[in-house]
């Protein structure tokens, strides 16, 4: 089992390993072992704005295209005009504690997958990750994962860990990435959910949203879905501070900070009250400049 060889040797990669054998000699039973990762951010690029709004992006244009008086309204009105500065800014502001636009954003959503059967939404996420092209990497979708989290994945299961995701990312966009990207079955996948309702034999997406699982929401799910404190947490964002502090006293947090600007991307915005966390508490701070060897994956020869 390879022993984190994309991680630099630095503190953190000590910290890691040295925790990672602590459980074992203290025998920690498996059954315990929960490490618990956000998504967005943390196992994958969330910038210029998270992959599954792109997704939307393609439902909201057909949309607007189809009533033009939605052109006039947000968040059509950011995709129309091409302003995804509207968009991000609307994830920023969430993190700052500002829901203003976040509110318009997701009844964009819910209206954008009302009435759509859960596995066809599925599906349909699956073809856009397969085929689709990050805008400002150029990357396609699929190597946007951050090969040392997922050699972390990979590190931890082979210690007898279960490996879980928990993000504000819709749970039905996401569980095609952790089938395929990060070997995380979709049982273990936690995230948002539009309202669901049941005729017919088929189980559709009802006009309303279920809860996004973000902030507070985090540790109510985890438990509801896992029924454990978390092990080991990761995340990078103000809305994972919760789940930090939800997670076992001897656990270990690794915070993810985004500190390069020329393999990836440079930023703060809504991580401000996360790095106060972390610095305050003593939490790891991982640093995508100094501790991983590398970003991205390489294409596949």
Known sequence: MS????????????????????????????????AVFDNDGTLWTEKPMPIQLQFIFGLWAKMAAADPALASQQPYKAVVDKDFGWLSAAVDKHYAGDDTDLKMLMAGVVRASAGQEVEAYTESARAFLDAGTHPSLGLPFTRCVFAPMVEL??????????????????????????????????????????????????????????????????????????????????????????????????ALRLLVHHDDAEREFAYDAGAEDALKAAAAEGWTTVSVRDDWDIVFPAAES
Do not use: C
Request: hydrophobic share 40%.
């Open 153 to 250: 994945l990979r590190y931890l299961e082979a210690h007898g860990f279960a490996t879980y995701i928990a993000s504000g990312g819709d749970r039905d966009f996401m569980r095609p990435a952790g089938d395929q990207l990060y070997g995380i079955p979709r049982e273990r996948v936690i995230g948002s959910s539009l309202g669901l309702s049941y005729a017919d034999g088929a189980v559709t997406y009802a006009s309303a949203m279920g809860f996004l699982d973000d902030g507070p929401e985090k540790p109510i799910r985890i438990w509801s879905r896992i029924g454990r404190k978390p092990l080991l947490v990761g995340g990078n964002s103000n809305g994972d501070v919760p789940m930090f502090e939800f997670a076992r006293p001897d």
């Open 3 to 34: 022993e984190l060889t994309l991680w630099r040797d630095t503190a953190t990669r000590t910290a890691i390993v040295d925790f990672v054998a602590r459980v074992e000699a203290q025998g920690v039973p498996v059954a315990e072992r929960i």
